[in-house]
């Protein structure tokens, strides 16, 4: 999908930065967000963002938040946005 509308995938955070400082970049925003942790994402899901040249926001359930946020961490996502 990036290649076909040229769309520049970038975090929440990023994307709110932009559009508080008036910011436009030279292709339209893409903001990617889960409300879950749930195991698909990291097998499914996240490979696919990641072959897109995407990133993600995902909010983790509070009730598991440290222990999905080691995972996120063991995964090697470091450049994935988290959230609770």
């Not at 076909?4 to 436009?24: C, Y």
């Not at 903001?31 to 195991?39: C, E, H, K, L, S």
């Not at 963002?49 to 996120?72: K, N």
């Amino acid at each position: 999908m990036a290649p076909r509308f040229r769309l520049r995938g970038v975090s929440l955070e990023t994307a709110l930065a932009m559009l508080a400082t008036g910011e436009s970049g030279a292709r339209p925003l893409a903001v990617i967000t889960f409300d879950d942790g749930f195991r698909d994402f990291y097998t499914t899901a996240w490979p696919i963002i990641q072959r897109h040249g995407f990133t993600a926001t995902m909010y983790l359930p509070t009730r598991f938040y440290y222990l999905a946020a080691e995972i996120v961490s063991r995964q090697g996502m470091s450049d994935l946005e988290r959230g609770a």
